[in-house]
Nanobody, 129 residues
Framework: QVQLVESGGGLVQAGGSLRLSCQAS????????VGWFRQAPGKEREFVAV????????YYTDSVRARFTTSRDNARNTVYLQTNSLKPEDTAVYYC??????????????????????WGQGTQVTVSS
């Protein structure tokens, strides 16, 4: 089993930055791609970004591309989401999710929350105007 714990959320003014972390523990040696999702109050959970096992491939939803960057340090079992130029509409609970193993790169699948095997509990990001 693998446990995922997000951290790094908080309250920030518009234009500010936060670095979110997703720390994995347990049987982490085989973890594959890791996705980031967010859910704002009263809205559906939405895909934000995904990073491949090696970190060489990433993909972002249009609304965050050029502002957010995901990276990973496999030696530390940690995936990061650097969020820059934050806007009030970025306010949400941010979650990470991981594949149990490396599977072929498939954005359609990896942008779907339910397709992952492990999920974190989320970290709150609040952006004030």
């Amino acid at each position: 089993q693998v446990q995922l714990v997000e951290s790094g959320g908080g309250l920030v003014q518009a234009g500010g930055s936060l670095r979110l972390s997703c720390q994995a523990s347990g049987r982490t040696f085989s973890i594959g791609a890791v996705g980031w999702f967010r859910q704002a109050p009263g809205k559906e959970r939405e895909f934000v970004a995904v990073i491949s096992t090696t970190g060489l491939r990433t993909y972002y939803t249009d609304s965050v591309r050029a502002r957010f960057t995901t990276s990973r340090d496999n030696a530390r079992n940690t995936v990061y989401l650097q969020t820059n130029s934050l806007k009030p509409e970025d306010t949400a609970v941010y979650y990470c999710a991981a594949d149990r193993e490396t599977i072929g790169w498939d954005i359609s699948r990896q942008s779907t929350w339910s397709e992952y095997d492990y999920w974190g509990q989320g970290t709150q990001v609040t952006v004030s105007s």
